[in-house]
Nanobody, 120 residues
Framework: QVQLVESGGGLVQAGGSLRLSCVAS????????MGWFRQAPGQERDFVAA????????YYADSVKGRFTISRDNVKNTLYLQMNSLKPEDTAVYYC?????????????WGQGTQVTVSS
């Protein structure tokens, strides 16, 4: 089992940037595909981005493509999400997840989440 701890959330104005981090412990980080998801109040948890085991392949939701960048450092056991040109609709709790594959249903280990609030 892998444990995941997110950080880096906060309050930012529209157009601003934030970088989220997710530190993994407990098992070999590089053996997991990793992803970011988000959940806004009253809504379901949505996929944001995913990255393959070695970082060579990345995938994004259409709503964040071109603005967000997912990356990972397998030496530091850390996953990142660089968020630029933030919009109020990006406001949500952001969760990192570890999975056996890159399909949404493959992600089975979750962090506690970090709040991102974008003001207009």
């Amino acid at each position: 089992q892998v444990q995941l701890v997110e950080s880096g959330g906060g309050l930012v104005q529209a157009g601003g940037s934030l970088r989220l981090s997710c530190v993994a412990s407990g098992r070999t980080f590089s053996s997991y595909a990793m992803g970011w998801f988000r959940q806004a109040p009253g809504q379901e948890r949505d996929f944001v981005a995913a990255i393959s085991w070695g970082g060579g392949s990345t995938y994004y939701a259409d709503s964040v493509k071109g603005r967000f960048t997912i990356s990972r450092d397998n030496v530091k056991n850390t996953l990142y999400l660089q968020m630029n040109s933030l919009k109020p609709e990006d406001t949500a709790v952001y969760y990192c997840a570890a999975g056996s594959g890159l399909g949404i249903s493959d992600f089975g280990s979750w962090g506690q989440g970090t709040q991102v609030t974008v003001s207009s």
